[in-house]
Protein backbone atom coordinates (compact mmCIF):
# COMPACT_ATOMS: atom_id res chain seq x y z
CA UNK A 1 0.00 0.00 0.00
CA UNK A 2 1.46 3.32 -0.88
CA UNK A 3 1.90 6.23 2.07
CA UNK A 4 -1.19 7.82 0.75
CA UNK A 5 -3.20 5.01 0.53
CA UNK A 6 -2.45 3.83 3.89
CA UNK A 7 -2.71 7.93 4.87
CA UNK A 8 -6.22 7.77 3.51
CA UNK A 9 -7.88 4.22 4.97
CA UNK A 10 -6.96 6.02 8.37
CA UNK A 11 -9.15 8.83 7.69
CA UNK A 12 -11.97 7.59 5.19
CA UNK A 13 -15.31 8.02 6.49
CA UNK A 14 -14.27 9.73 9.84
CA UNK A 15 -15.87 13.30 8.19
CA UNK A 16 -12.51 15.11 10.47
CA UNK A 17 -13.40 18.64 10.16
CA UNK A 18 -10.24 20.63 8.64
CA UNK A 19 -10.53 24.33 8.13
CA UNK A 20 -9.05 26.60 5.06
CA UNK A 21 -9.06 30.02 5.46
CA UNK A 22 -7.72 30.66 2.14
CA UNK A 23 -11.32 29.69 0.37
CA UNK A 24 -11.28 31.98 -2.63
CA UNK A 25 -7.91 30.59 -3.73
CA UNK A 26 -8.90 28.09 -6.63
CA UNK A 27 -5.50 25.70 -5.73
CA UNK A 28 -7.36 25.58 -1.87
CA UNK A 29 -11.53 25.37 -2.99
CA UNK A 30 -10.14 22.36 -5.91
CA UNK A 31 -8.73 20.49 -2.97
CA UNK A 32 -11.34 20.87 -0.52
CA UNK A 33 -14.05 19.51 -2.92
CA UNK A 34 -11.92 16.50 -4.24
CA UNK A 35 -11.31 15.84 -0.14
CA UNK A 36 -15.13 16.07 0.29
CA UNK A 37 -15.82 13.79 -2.48
CA UNK A 38 -13.49 10.96 -1.24
CA UNK A 39 -15.27 10.96 2.12
CA UNK A 40 -11.79 11.79 3.42
CA UNK A 41 -12.39 15.20 5.67
CA UNK A 42 -15.23 18.03 6.35
CA UNK A 43 -13.79 20.93 4.60
CA UNK A 44 -14.80 23.66 6.53
CA UNK A 45 -14.14 27.57 4.14
CA UNK A 46 -13.59 30.75 5.71
CA UNK A 47 -14.49 34.06 3.46
CA UNK A 48 -17.07 36.12 1.64
CA UNK A 49 -19.91 33.00 1.01
CA UNK A 50 -21.03 34.63 -2.26
CA UNK A 51 -17.20 34.99 -3.48
CA UNK A 52 -16.76 31.28 -2.72
CA UNK A 53 -19.25 30.47 -4.20
CA UNK A 54 -19.03 32.53 -7.37
CA UNK A 55 -15.28 31.02 -7.65
CA UNK A 56 -16.69 27.09 -7.86
CA UNK A 57 -19.51 28.23 -10.22
CA UNK A 58 -16.61 29.32 -12.71
CA UNK A 59 -15.24 26.58 -12.10
CA UNK A 60 -17.90 23.75 -12.62
CA UNK A 61 -17.41 22.88 -8.65
CA UNK A 62 -20.25 21.43 -6.48
CA UNK A 63 -19.84 23.46 -2.94
CA UNK A 64 -23.29 22.52 -1.97
CA UNK A 65 -22.62 19.97 1.08
CA UNK A 66 -19.33 21.94 2.45
CA UNK A 67 -19.50 24.25 4.88
CA UNK A 68 -19.12 27.93 4.62
CA UNK A 69 -18.09 30.44 7.63
CA UNK A 70 -17.96 34.21 7.00
CA UNK A 71 -15.52 35.55 9.72
CA UNK A 72 -17.15 38.54 9.76
CA UNK A 73 -20.66 37.84 10.70
CA UNK A 74 -19.80 34.78 12.37
CA UNK A 75 -22.62 33.66 14.86
CA UNK A 76 -20.64 32.78 17.57
CA UNK A 77 -18.24 35.40 17.09
CA UNK A 78 -18.70 36.91 20.89
CA UNK A 79 -17.98 33.59 22.47
CA UNK A 80 -14.76 33.03 20.04
CA UNK A 81 -13.84 37.26 21.58
CA UNK A 82 -14.29 35.88 24.92
CA UNK A 83 -11.87 32.44 24.70
CA UNK A 84 -9.18 34.62 22.39
CA UNK A 85 -9.14 37.80 25.00
CA UNK A 86 -8.88 34.71 27.66
CA UNK A 87 -6.18 32.74 25.88
CA UNK A 88 -4.20 35.79 25.10
CA UNK A 89 -4.04 36.57 28.93
CA UNK A 90 -5.04 40.20 28.58
CA UNK A 91 -2.63 41.13 26.11
CA UNK A 92 -5.66 41.90 23.84
CA UNK A 93 -8.96 44.32 24.73
CA UNK A 94 -12.09 42.91 23.13
CA UNK A 95 -12.18 45.69 20.76
CA UNK A 96 -9.04 44.18 19.32
CA UNK A 97 -10.16 40.76 19.54
CA UNK A 98 -12.74 41.68 17.37
CA UNK A 99 -10.45 43.55 14.90
CA UNK A 100 -8.13 40.64 14.81
CA UNK A 101 -10.35 37.64 14.69
CA UNK A 102 -11.67 38.96 10.99
CA UNK A 103 -8.29 37.12 9.95
CA UNK A 104 -8.84 33.97 8.70
CA UNK A 105 -5.75 32.52 9.80
CA UNK A 106 -6.93 34.08 13.60
CA UNK A 107 -9.98 32.99 12.90
CA UNK A 108 -9.39 29.54 11.62
CA UNK A 109 -6.84 28.77 14.60
CA UNK A 110 -9.73 29.67 17.00
CA UNK A 111 -12.11 27.23 15.20
CA UNK A 112 -9.20 24.85 16.00
CA UNK A 113 -8.69 25.50 19.52
CA UNK A 114 -12.55 25.55 20.21
CA UNK A 115 -12.75 21.91 18.99
CA UNK A 116 -15.03 22.99 15.77
CA UNK A 117 -12.23 22.06 13.83
CA UNK A 118 -9.65 19.33 14.42
CA UNK A 119 -6.73 21.34 12.29
CA UNK A 120 -6.28 24.05 9.93
CA UNK A 121 -4.34 24.37 6.77
CA UNK A 122 -3.10 27.27 5.57
CA UNK A 123 -0.17 29.15 3.71
CA UNK A 124 -1.28 28.92 -0.75
CA UNK A 125 -1.10 33.33 -0.49
CA UNK A 126 0.15 33.49 2.99
CA UNK A 127 3.55 33.71 4.29
CA UNK A 128 4.48 31.07 7.17
CA UNK A 129 4.97 33.90 9.80
CA UNK A 130 1.16 35.04 9.12
CA UNK A 131 -0.03 30.81 9.71
CA UNK A 132 2.46 30.14 12.40
CA UNK A 133 1.71 33.17 14.61
CA UNK A 134 -1.34 32.51 15.43
CA UNK A 135 -0.74 29.01 16.38
CA UNK A 136 2.08 29.65 18.50
CA UNK A 137 -0.43 32.59 20.21
CA UNK A 138 -3.77 30.36 20.33
CA UNK A 139 -3.06 26.57 20.13
CA UNK A 140 0.52 26.62 21.43
CA UNK A 141 3.12 24.00 21.98
CA UNK A 142 2.79 20.74 24.07
CA UNK A 143 4.01 20.23 27.56
CA UNK A 144 7.82 19.61 27.11
CA UNK A 145 8.23 21.11 24.26
CA UNK A 146 9.15 24.74 23.92
CA UNK A 147 9.11 25.10 20.42
CA UNK A 148 7.25 23.86 17.26
CA UNK A 149 9.66 22.85 14.38
CA UNK A 150 9.59 22.09 10.81
CA UNK A 151 9.17 18.38 8.93
CA UNK A 152 9.77 16.98 5.38
CA UNK A 153 8.55 13.65 4.72
CA UNK A 154 11.03 12.46 1.78
CA UNK A 155 9.26 9.82 -0.51
CA UNK A 156 11.28 8.24 -3.68
CA UNK A 157 9.26 5.63 -5.37
CA UNK A 158 6.32 3.76 -3.26
CA UNK A 159 9.40 2.03 -0.62
CA UNK A 160 11.85 5.22 0.41
CA UNK A 161 10.22 7.34 2.90
CA UNK A 162 12.30 9.26 5.20
CA UNK A 163 11.91 12.73 7.98
CA UNK A 164 14.18 15.23 7.53
CA UNK A 165 13.87 18.04 10.64
CA UNK A 166 13.93 20.68 11.09
CA UNK A 167 14.61 22.40 7.77
CA UNK A 168 12.12 25.18 8.09
CA UNK A 169 11.20 26.90 12.10
CA UNK A 170 14.43 27.61 13.78
CA UNK A 171 17.28 28.90 12.78
CA UNK A 172 19.90 27.55 15.16
CA UNK A 173 18.17 25.50 18.05
CA UNK A 174 20.12 24.36 21.34
CA UNK A 175 21.16 21.11 22.28
CA UNK A 176 17.41 20.83 24.33
CA UNK A 177 15.48 22.56 21.17
CA UNK A 178 17.20 20.05 19.16
CA UNK A 179 16.79 16.51 21.17
CA UNK A 180 13.08 17.75 21.20
CA UNK A 181 12.49 18.20 17.72
CA UNK A 182 14.52 14.63 17.15
CA UNK A 183 11.87 13.16 19.25
CA UNK A 184 9.14 14.99 17.25
CA UNK A 185 10.35 14.03 14.53
CA UNK A 186 10.21 10.77 15.56
CA UNK A 187 6.33 11.26 16.20
CA UNK A 188 5.93 12.62 13.20
CA UNK A 189 7.44 9.62 11.25
CA UNK A 190 4.90 6.84 13.34
CA UNK A 191 2.09 9.09 11.60
CA UNK A 192 3.73 7.99 8.18
CA UNK A 193 3.89 4.34 9.29
CA UNK A 194 7.82 4.60 9.26
CA UNK A 195 9.33 2.82 12.66
CA UNK A 196 11.70 5.67 13.33
CA UNK A 197 15.41 5.52 13.76
CA UNK A 198 16.50 8.28 14.57
CA UNK A 199 20.60 10.21 14.02
CA UNK A 200 21.32 13.42 14.73
CA UNK A 201 23.45 14.52 12.24
CA UNK A 202 26.90 16.25 12.16
CA UNK A 203 30.27 16.78 10.30
CA UNK A 204 31.78 14.74 13.25
CA UNK A 205 31.21 11.07 14.17
CA UNK A 206 31.53 10.18 17.34
CA UNK A 207 34.02 12.46 18.75
CA UNK A 208 35.84 12.44 15.60
CA UNK A 209 36.15 16.18 15.45
CA UNK A 210 36.19 18.56 18.35
CA UNK A 211 33.93 21.85 17.90
CA UNK A 212 31.14 23.28 19.70
CA UNK A 213 28.76 22.70 16.89
CA UNK A 214 29.59 18.95 16.91
CA UNK A 215 29.21 19.36 21.31
CA UNK A 216 25.47 20.46 20.77
CA UNK A 217 24.92 17.10 18.59
CA UNK A 218 26.06 14.98 21.05
CA UNK A 219 24.26 16.74 23.97
CA UNK A 220 21.11 17.11 21.89
CA UNK A 221 21.19 12.85 21.57
CA UNK A 222 21.99 12.36 25.37
CA UNK A 223 18.91 14.52 26.53
CA UNK A 224 16.78 13.04 23.66
CA UNK A 225 17.72 9.61 24.79
CA UNK A 226 16.68 10.63 28.16
CA UNK A 227 13.19 11.79 27.42
CA UNK A 228 12.52 8.76 25.13
CA UNK A 229 13.97 5.88 25.92
CA UNK A 230 11.82 3.81 23.88
CA UNK A 231 12.98 5.47 20.70
CA UNK A 232 16.19 4.85 19.14
CA UNK A 233 18.41 7.88 19.06
CA UNK A 234 22.10 8.63 18.54
CA UNK A 235 24.27 10.94 17.49
CA UNK A 236 26.61 12.84 16.44
CA UNK A 237 26.29 11.10 12.88
CA UNK A 238 27.79 12.03 9.70
CA UNK A 239 25.09 11.19 7.03
CA UNK A 240 27.17 8.51 5.12
CA UNK A 241 27.85 7.09 8.86
CA UNK A 242 23.61 6.82 9.55
CA UNK A 243 22.74 5.40 6.35
CA UNK A 244 24.95 3.38 5.11
CA UNK A 245 25.83 -0.05 6.79
CA UNK A 246 29.37 -0.64 5.94
CA UNK A 247 30.57 2.90 6.80
CA UNK A 248 28.72 2.87 9.89
CA UNK A 249 30.33 -0.15 10.67
CA UNK A 250 33.69 1.79 10.56
CA UNK A 251 32.57 5.01 12.23
CA UNK A 252 30.18 3.69 14.75
CA UNK A 253 30.48 0.61 15.20
CA UNK A 254 28.80 0.47 18.64
CA UNK A 255 25.07 2.43 17.35
CA UNK A 256 22.45 1.16 17.33
CA UNK A 257 21.23 3.60 14.49
CA UNK A 258 24.19 4.22 12.78
CA UNK A 259 23.64 2.96 8.99
CA UNK A 260 19.59 2.35 9.94
CA UNK A 261 18.49 5.68 10.36
CA UNK A 262 15.05 6.94 8.56
CA UNK A 263 14.72 10.32 10.70
CA UNK A 264 17.81 12.73 9.78
CA UNK A 265 17.81 15.79 13.03
CA UNK A 266 20.09 18.53 11.32
CA UNK A 267 22.06 20.79 13.69
CA UNK A 268 20.76 23.89 12.13
CA UNK A 269 18.65 24.93 9.29
CA UNK A 270 20.70 25.70 6.75
CA UNK A 271 22.17 22.39 6.89
CA UNK A 272 18.46 21.31 6.81
CA UNK A 273 17.13 23.10 4.06
CA UNK A 274 20.24 22.80 2.07
CA UNK A 275 19.86 19.46 2.59
CA UNK A 276 16.22 18.81 1.93
CA UNK A 277 16.78 20.74 -1.37
CA UNK A 278 19.15 18.48 -2.68
CA UNK A 279 17.46 15.11 -2.00
CA UNK A 280 14.91 17.20 -3.94
CA UNK A 281 16.71 18.26 -6.78
CA UNK A 282 19.54 16.13 -7.24
CA UNK A 283 18.11 12.85 -5.38
CA UNK A 284 14.91 12.81 -7.13
CA UNK A 285 13.29 12.90 -4.20
CA UNK A 286 9.29 14.52 -3.56
CA UNK A 287 9.43 16.37 0.07
CA UNK A 288 6.17 16.77 1.38
CA UNK A 289 6.23 19.85 4.09
CA UNK A 290 6.57 21.13 5.84
CA UNK A 291 4.90 19.43 8.61
CA UNK A 292 4.72 21.65 11.89
CA UNK A 293 5.49 19.44 15.06
CA UNK A 294 5.00 20.24 18.54
CA UNK A 295 2.06 21.80 18.64
CA UNK A 296 -1.03 20.77 20.62
CA UNK A 297 -3.41 20.66 17.42
CA UNK A 298 -1.68 20.49 13.69
CA UNK A 299 -1.80 23.44 11.31
CA UNK A 300 0.04 23.07 8.37
CA UNK A 301 1.40 25.38 6.00
CA UNK A 302 1.58 25.22 2.63
CA UNK A 303 4.16 26.75 0.15
CA UNK A 304 2.79 29.68 -1.78
CA UNK A 305 4.17 28.12 -4.69
CA UNK A 306 1.70 24.75 -3.72
CA UNK A 307 -0.41 22.95 -6.34
CA UNK A 308 -4.03 21.62 -5.73
CA UNK A 309 -2.62 18.26 -5.35
CA UNK A 310 -0.13 19.48 -2.27
CA UNK A 311 -2.97 21.32 -0.35
CA UNK A 312 -4.84 17.93 -0.92
CA UNK A 313 -2.12 15.76 0.42
CA UNK A 314 -1.22 18.18 3.34
CA UNK A 315 -5.09 18.23 4.22
CA UNK A 316 -4.59 14.65 4.55
CA UNK A 317 -1.84 14.54 6.53
CA UNK A 318 -3.53 17.20 8.76
CA UNK A 319 -6.07 14.98 9.27
CA UNK A 320 -4.51 12.20 10.55
CA UNK A 321 -1.93 14.47 12.61
CA UNK A 322 -5.25 15.22 14.86
CA UNK A 323 -5.84 11.18 15.36
CA UNK A 324 -2.38 10.91 16.55
CA UNK A 325 -2.65 13.96 19.56
Do not use: W
Amino acid sequence: MSLFQSLKKKIVGKNIPIVFPEATDVRVLGAAVRLRADDLVEPILLGNPDEIRALASSRGLSIDEITILNPSDYPKKEEMVSAFVERRKGKVSSEEAQSILNDGNYFGTMLVYMGIAEGMVSGAIHSTGDTVRPALQIIKTKPGVSRTSGAFIMMRGERERYVFGDCAININPTAQELAEIAIESAKTAEIFDIEPTVALLSFSTKGSAKAPEAQKVIEAAEIAQKLAPHYQIDGELQFDAAFVPAVAEQKAPGSSVAGKANVFVFPEIQSGNIGYKIAQRLGGFEAIGPILQGLNKPISDLSRGCNEEDVYKLAIITANQSLAK
